[in-house]
């Protein structure tokens, strides 16, 4: 295989994880894991309590790595302020004037800065280095993985807006609760600092009292401490999460209605078999077993678990 053909393989293969995530430090992570497609080297800084926090990198020496995720710099300064403060740039390189946050890295020969804005808001950047004669290097896909990262994290934001409105409407028998009277979500950027400075995982009795209170708490999609061996199933059971998560973004009050009234399959219809169709699509090798992959998505993501609602 040519180097060409291996990087647009690891950027398809990246870009897929990158929509089947759910979670800020899932797709952060993922984000920085698919820039080996074209630095070898990157790193990623979020604005956190009005500072620059290093978050994680890859590809550095272990000593410049701890040292990245120790670093703050003022928000307002330097090159990652100057990459924030321009609103139409998907990437650019150092002025002359400018410098790469200094944690330790080897001297580099090019060094390009990628912002990543939700919401209209910058709230990470990616940065970029080689030296000579390294490879890959190409700008042009780190940007597309910066733009996949924004519209999934502008998703998951969605989705909690959602999730706060829902939690925020009164029981049947009481009068609702319109959204504008609903608690507005947290900002962007402290949601996804919640998460993704963190990279914790939340506990199972914890995850319980979320689904408790909103009826939509997220999946894993597989059992916890658990992956799948073969990569085409994972990738297929990452997909399978996606469809059911869209399908549950876009239908929440259906869904919840359904799950009370046990006539979920029949209210959704019509998505699920649309959602079936680009599952069949995208993996057509895997047959019924793909497809089974897809219903168990259903299961856990619209049916909270109760396969009777889809029998």
Known sequence: ???????????????????????????????????????????????????????????YPAPAAARQRQMTTPAD????????AEEDVRWRSLTED???????QPPSLDAVGLPVRVGGKTVAVVIA?????????SPAALSILCQAARLRL????????????????APAAAPVVTAAAAPPPAPIATAIEAEAIHETTPSAPAEAGAAAASEMAPWSGVAAGTIDADPRREEARRYARLVAT??????????????????????????????REAFSRRFPDL???????LEEAYVQVLGGGDRSLFS
């Open 287 to 293: 047959g019924a077993d793909g497809g089974k992959l």
């Open 77 to 84: 300064a330097g090159w990652l302020a100057a990459l924030a």
């Open 154 to 169: 502008e998703l998951d934001l969605a989705w909690r807006r959602l999730k706060s409105v829902t939690a925020a409407s």
């Open 129 to 137: 280095e080689r030296s000579a004669g390294e490879s890959p290097w």
């Open 246 to 275: 869209d399908i549950r973004l876009y239908n929440e009050e259906t869904v919840i209605a359904g799950r009370r009234q046990r006539d979920l399959a029949a209210r959704l219809a019509e998505q699920l078999q649309r959602g």
């Open 98 to 104: 400018e410098e790469v946050p200094d944690f330790g």
């Open 1 to 59: 295989m040519s180097r060409d053909a291996a990087t647009l393989e690891t950027l398809d293969r990246k870009l897929a994880e990158l929509a089947s995530f759910l979670s800020p430090s899932e797709i952060f992570r993922a984000l920085l894991e698919g820039t080996v497609a074209g630095a070898p080297r990157a790193s990623v800084f979020l604005l956190r309590e009005g500072r620059w926090k290093g978050w994680s990198s890859i590809g």
